[in-house]
């Protein structure tokens, strides 16, 4: 099993659309938990961190259930620009002081 | 401009060969790790280090070596290149080892005849 699992996709939306991604991962003790976005053949950028009590940043929402070990971002409003892949990124607690990413979901908007 | 820059972009080799991708690094940040990307995988951490002169081997560190004099540089060496290691390498500095933010280079992108 995958330390952090996420549905490769893609999800194919029309524009103006909500969509959400789940990610699940191993470790209970996992402690930190992000979004990342990365754009075709570009370097990951941080979308979001996810905090336990939920947050929300414009169209964007994360959440956490710790019990089921799943984080889950929702996309409200799509746009054409929000087109790319989303990687769920945890810090697995196992004493590797890095982060972990998932392999990604893509994402595609459709005019 | 300041920021995480890495060379060569792209960069054919043949087996067998040693290979040199470099990091380089202006937030002297005290984190620097290296990715490789491939499809189906996903991010894989190769090597990371929290400071100078301290490295730690990461989820796939075989065949891969690293070296952290400086703060600012965090090559990654292919002692003899095999085509299994075509790939994406990433090269990312964050402040700590939590924070979440990394920040990544542009990416080298290796191949391996």
């Known amino acids: 099993r995958k330390e952090v699992e996420q549905d490769p996709g893609p999800f194919n939306v029309p524009e103006g659309a909500t969509v959400a991604f789940n990610c699940t991962y191993s470790?209970?003790?996992?402690?930190?938990f992000f979004w990342y976005r990365q754009d075709c053949r570009k370097e990951p950028k941080l979308l979001m961190s996810?905090?336990?009590s939920g947050n929300e940043d414009g169209r964007f929402t994360a959440q956490l259930n710790r019990a089921s070990q799943y984080i889950s971002l929702l996309i409200r409003d799509s746009k054409l620009s929000d087109s790319a892949t989303y990687l769920c990124?945890?810090?697995?607690?196992?004493?590797?002081?890095?982060?972990?990413f998932g392999s990604g979901t893509r994402l595609q908007v459709q005019p | 401009d300041a920021g995480i820059t890495q060379s060569p972009r792209y960069k054919i080799t043949e087996t067998g060969r040693q290979v040199t991708l470099m990091c380089h690094q202006t937030?002297?940040?005290?984190?620097m790790f290296w990715y490789r990307q491939d499809l189906g995988h996903g991010l894989r951490l190769i090597y990371y280090s929290a400071a100078a002169d301290i490295t730690d081997k990461g989820e796939v560190p075989d065949g891969y070596v690293v070296s952290r004099s400086k703060t600012e540089n965090f090559p990654l060496t292919l002692e003899s290149a095999t085509r299994s290691q075509t790939s994406v390498y990433f090269c990312a500095s964050s402040q700590g080892s939590n924070t979440g933010e990394l920040f990544f280079g542009e990416g080298s992108r290796l191949t391996v005849l």
């Open positions: 990124v945890v810090n697995l607690d196992t004493g590797r002081r890095a982060l972990t």
């Open positions: 937030w002297s940040h005290s984190y």
């Open positions: 996810v905090y336990s």
């Open positions: 470790n209970s003790a996992s402690q930190s």
